[in-house]
């Protein structure tokens, strides 16, 4: 999937986890940050992702240590960030943001025909029986879906708000 997908995903579960917890504005806005970075993190291993352009020699190292879609798609790799977070009390619902975010990411390169080291360091290729090609309309439709039901999201829980304040 494209980091468009991925980072869509991303920030709607970031705005999913916000409204969840009630969390107040700048909770919310970091929320949803954390949680679209988590989204496309696990491209650090594609040198050309938008990730991996950012930080350019910690994903070359990533990508010529382990390769593409392997140890940073894998459920070791997520559970190694799920520890280090736990180590550092990172607050619960940015927790469940960062953690979910990543797996969004692995769940979508699951539907893509290429797969990913679920289990890596087992070299297997894990992917869904249906899958569709990266940048496609699927993909393209994902993004614009995810982004839909984001806006929807925050649009609605805001609108409560202030029904609320008013009613009160
Ligand atoms: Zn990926």
Not at 96 to 110: A, E, F, K, N
Not at 133 to 160: C, H, P, Q, R, W
């Amino acid at each position: 999937m494209t980091g468009k997908t991925h980072s869509a995903a991303g920030i709607l579960i970031g705005a999913a986890v916000g409204i969840h917890f009630q969390l107040d504005i700048f909770e919310m806005a970091t929320c949803i940050v954390v949680s679209g970075l988590a989204s496309i993190f696990p491209d650090i291993c594609h040198t050309r992702s938008k990730i991996g352009q950012r930080l350019p020699i910690f994903s070359h190292i990533i990508k010529h240590l382990f390769g593409h879609r392997t140890f940073t798609h894998s459920s070791l790799f997520m559970f190694g960030v799920y520890y280090a977070l736990h180590m550092i009390e990172t607050p619960i619902y940015y927790m469940i943001g960062i953690i979910c975010g990543m797996l969004s990411h692995v769940i979508l390169d699951m539907l893509t025909p290429r797969g990913v080291h679920l289990f890596f360091p087992i070299p297997i290729r894990i992917r869904f029986p249906i899958h569709f090609k990266t940048g496609g309309t699927i993909d393209l439709s994902l993004a614009t879906t995810f982004s839909f039901v984001t806006l929807y999201l925050l649009f609605e829980s805001t609108m409560k708000q202030i029904l609320n304040y008013f009613l009160q």
